[in-house]
């Protein structure tokens, strides 16, 4: 049975540095493409950084380009999300997304796994 459990939330100041972590169990990791995504209260769900498998492409969405940076441990079978510069806009729920690659690519509709959600919240 496939699980993603996400650590590393919590409320920081304007410019902090948050770093997430998706640990996933019952999988082959290794193969996975994993993406982070966020949802802020009354905002719809968007991707926010993916990679894909041997860290082979990243993707930033453009807010975040050159704050965040997405990593993978593939003997610890986890993806971080490092978050610097944090701004209140960064402000939601994110979660992390994955599935084995099939396509060399991320997409969401390829990957079914998800996990529950961690908090961010950046105030000034």
């Known amino acids: 049975q496939v699980q993603i459990v996400e650590s590393g939330g919590g409320s920081v100041q304007v410019g902090g540095s948050l770093r997430l972590s998706c640990k996933v169990s019952?999988?082959?990791?290794?193969?996975?493409?994993v993406g982070w995504w966020r949802q802020a209260p009354g905002k719809e769900r968007e991707l926010v950084a993916s990679?894909?498998?041997?860290?082979?492409?990243?993707y930033y969405t453009d807010s975040v380009q050159g704050r965040f940076w997405i990593f993978r441990d593939d003997d610890k079978n986890t993806t971080d999300l490092q978050m610097d510069s944090l701004q209140p806009e960064d402000t939601a729920r994110y979660f992390c997304?994955?599935?084995?690659?099939?396509?060399?690519?991320?997409?969401?509709?390829?990957?079914?796994?998800w996990g529950q959600g961690i908090e961010v919240i950046v105030s000034s």
């Open positions: 019952g999988s082959i990791f290794e193969a996975w493409n």
């Open positions: 990679i894909t498998t041997r860290a082979g492409r990243r």
């Open positions: 997304n994955g599935g084995i690659d099939y396509t060399g690519s991320y997409d969401e509709g390829e990957s079914p796994y």
